[in-house]
């Protein structure tokens, strides 16, 4: 079985909700909808308070070269334009929407008919995308129409589809693969038109075996795109490792995937594209894995964008009495929530909340040396050096020690068996070295 | 609702902390123990009870009165460095010595340094080195086992261990066969049980193999510096005896004579002390290796294990310097230069 070779860990999975059938929760009263939602500049917004919007209606546009669109995700009435606390813990400009009714533009096809002829070319896919507001839903939410821009002078030779899912606790994807398969099938031909490829690889890892089986099953007639079932391993997901176990090839240090000839996108992007392309919907709605250990109806929900977390916790059960924290996204990259009014939004993979006793980092020791930082981390870095350094203020020689190529998996400190802040200080320090870089440019 | 516990990712973590790493050395040193007991009796019990007392005692009294810190005897690696100690000298050892040898492990190799974790040398090492050096009558008398959990300090025979009939045998001129033939010279089968004379807890072969195995088993430490160290010793073991079988000892008796075992999977392994990454580690152990069968054949002492470890432990830093870890995408890169180069 593939997988990467450098480094890697195995933390508990954890997939309670694994069994747990997507669910459509009913549209909240009112949606916070943030205007920067993918990476790059926020969007600028076309709506004003006051005024009536309906569902998949556009409300902001991305004008810089990395940005995207926002539509509403509900049909209601612009109550306020204003900064509100987002799940990074920042203030950022949302637009709040009080919902009536649910009331979509007609030019959104709703049916459920699986619609699988593309006649869109080359061009209008990635303009539909662009316009549809899609983004990458595995939660960088980089603009997939600048991901499928090759850049002049480069050729993409493989897509791969990212259907690792490699934090524990998060069944999104997992859901998807199964309830949304032939969906997915599609978005991915409709990627390969886009990108012009003729081959297409699914990388699952073998903890879903059910999913394995049903892409494959539907795959078989297709002889361009071939499902590869991977060992379970974190950080797979990650882009540099998921190119690594399917094609053995690496990204060098600091380049883009299209170095190696490879476009990944994941699954539950698959599907918005999918949407998009073929039934002209925008990204306003996705599935979030709401779960926890004593979480007492823990599942796999479908939301609108700008739906609340508190409300979607109290679908799930309501918070138990012993929560210690609440994270947004995966438990070892995912950011620990300042607010449950944070809304979901395009990157919000799952929510997951860790009890009291959970939520606190284990007893810190002096460093004992062992290297398992070092063995552990899948770019092949020292975490313990690039940890002195940053403590020290050695920012020179933190960026020959190649900080910057840290993706901040948290591997190293997962594993540091002296409960150690490793991650805490490389990302101060890359910070640092990020700032002094971006000064040398201008100068 | 209570306030949101609000901490930077990774949210969750392993489950080997300091303390089950320590421990787990701890238990891995159990069946070593218990041969020692057999062999040695009371005597044995003696040297590592007051070995692991003093150990405990000084690092308190330092963290509470010189560095007036933390207290963190309870972490393990006192208690590891007691019972290496222990394990690196004779069961007949005068107590107050073994008090000395204490002081110096940790006053000395280990707490001046800044304790856990920034020691250079291994402390339990240096300790024995220490004593070795300056008591070396009562460190190379060594008891004879007297199987049964009897053996007791008063009665107990002394007599010499392999390698240091070897080196005396030797140095009277006589041969290697000549010296094995003689009475009192242990065996394979005596190498392997226990049952000869030694530091308490290296005569065991097997006794340290299981040991090793456990802590392999729990991930505690890795193959790197087990086999390098051991291959490389066993191989230039191979090449001299090849070369005179009659002034070189036979390389399967050299590996499992003295203190090889111990050195190579308890003090060798000390994550402490020896290098971070793999290859580091390979350098490490083929480093040592080299040298404690130099020193054990052309050094003035029969044993070479220590300095051996010792040696490499000065060395870690610069090894660590030498040999980085591969880097994700390096190949890649340097392929990459070729190919422009090339076509350049």
Redesign the interface.
Known sequence: MKTFKLGGVHPEEKKITANKSIEYLPIPARVHIPLAQSLGAPSKLIVEKGEMVRTGQLIARGEAFISSNVHSSVSGKVVKIEDITDASGYRRPAVTIDVEGDEWLETIDRTIYIKSDIQLSREQIIDRIKELGVVGLGGATFPTHVKLAIPTGKKAEILIINGVECEPYLTADHRVMLERAKEIIIGIRILMIALTVDKAFIGIENNKPDAIELLTKLSKKDSTIKVVPLEVKYPQGGEKQLIKAITGKEVPSGKLPIETGCIVNNVGTALAIYEAVQKNKPLIERVVTVTGDSLSNPGNFMVRIGTPVNYLVEKAGGLPSDTGKVINGGPMMGKALTSLDAPVVKGTSGIIIFAQQNSHRVAMHNCIRCSRCITVCPIGLEPVSLVQYSYNELYDKAEKAYIMDCMECGSCQYTCPSGRPLLDFIRLGKNKVGTIIRNRIKN | ??L???????????R???K??MYGVVIAMIPAILVSLYYFGLDSARVIFISIAACLLFEYLIQKYLLKGPI?IT?G?ALITGVLLAFNVPSNLPTSIIIIGALVSIGIAKMSF?????NPFNPALVGRVFLLISFPVQMTTWPLPVPGFTGIMADAISGPTTLGMLKEGLMAGKTVSEIIASSGFPGYMNDFTGAQGGSLGEVSAAALILGALFMFARKIITWHIPVSYLGSAFAFSVILWWLNPEMYLDPVISMLAGGMLLGVFFMATD????????KGQLVFGIGAGILTITIRNWGAYPEGVSFAILIMNAATPLINNAF??????????KK?IKAIKQTA
């Open positions: 609702m209570s949101l516990t609000v901490s930077g990712s990774p949210h969750v973590h392993a080997q902390d300091v089950s790493i963190t972490d690696s800044g304790g856990l974790g920034k994550m402490v002390t020896s290098p971070l990454t793999a980085k870890q591969k880097r994700f995408g390096s190949a890649t890169l990459e």
